[in-house]
């Protein structure tokens, strides 16, 4: 978003998407938009720097969306990632005053909320729940949103949830956190008086294929999919909701 032309492509594609939307009478059905991760600092603390391109790039991308929408999302929501794989918000307090986001925001949106990855968000020197509640609040820079007042959304990891097993005691399925990094949050997130905390599946398919070389098979969260008109059960993706399901209960 630090790029007019990068803020005007991002415009145009949602634009785009929601104007189809319109045409077909269901533009009341989107409810808004979301700015995915900016960078990958790969758990390194954000800069206020860093936050203020994010910020000013973010008010750019609005006055296009809503010229090209005639000015539809003055009435929705927006979502936004951190800075980095994440979404880390140290900086983000000083960054908002600095550039004036919430009042910029006021005539552009109708509301906008953070919002929080789990993933790859670095590791605390002293893993002991203390430590990992620190890492939150004070690395994470969860402290600096909740002073600014905003709404949290929480994000279990880089896709729609979290890995099976996650919460499983004495498991470890991120490679790197251990058992308390979900305690932690969920103390962080009472303290700063935020009410939602959405757990779900991120879902791994068995079947993967031979040719895959990457380290994490794509997942698959869709329970059902629709061919021709009918709704058909994803069984691959049916049973690892239910192994999910079996080591979270």
């Known amino acids: 978003m630090g790029t007019t032309k990068n803020q005007q492509l991002f415009a145009a594609e ?19 938009c979301a700015f995915d991760e900016n960078g990958q600092y790969h758990g390194n603390k954000s800069t206020k720097e860093q936050l203020n391109i994010r910020h ?19 009435t929705k929501l927006v979502v936004i990632s951190g800075v980095g794989l994440g979404a880390q918000f140290q900086g983000v307090k000083a960054s908002s005053d600095e ?103 991120m879902l791994v398919p068995s079947n993967k294929p031979p040719t895959w070389t990457g380290p994490i098979w794509p997942t698959r969260t869709p329970l059902y999919m629709s061919s021709d008109g009918v709704m058909i059960p994803r069984e691959g993706t049916l049973e690892a909701w239910e192994k999910w399901l079996e080591t979270t209960r």
């Not at 949602?14 to 808004?32: D, S």
Request: glycine letters at 12%; proline letters at 4%.
């Open 56 to 74: 000013r790039g973010i008010v750019g991308a609005m006055d296009y969306l809503n010229q090209m929408t005639g000015n539809a999302f003055k």
């Open 99 to 201: 550039t004036h986001f919430q009042e910029e925001m006021k005539t552009r949106c109708a509301q906008y909320a953070y919002a929080f990855k789990m993933f790859d968000t670095g590791l605390p020197a002293d893993k002991s729940l203390k430590g990992w509640r620190e890492h939150y609040q004070n690395y994470c820079g969860l402290s600096e949103v909740a002073a600014l007042g905003r709404q949290m959304v929480f994000i279990g990891d880089d896709s729609e949830g979290l890995r099976m097993g996650a919460l499983t005691p004495e498991t470890n399925p991120y490679g790197k956190p251990g058992s308390f990094f979900v305690p932690a949050l969920r103390d962080t997130f009472k303290e700063y008086g935020w009410k939602g905390f959405l757990i779900g599946p």
């Open 14 to 32: 949602i634009a785009y998407t929601y104007n189809q939307f319109a045409a077909a009478g269901c533009g009341h059905m989107v409810a808004g």
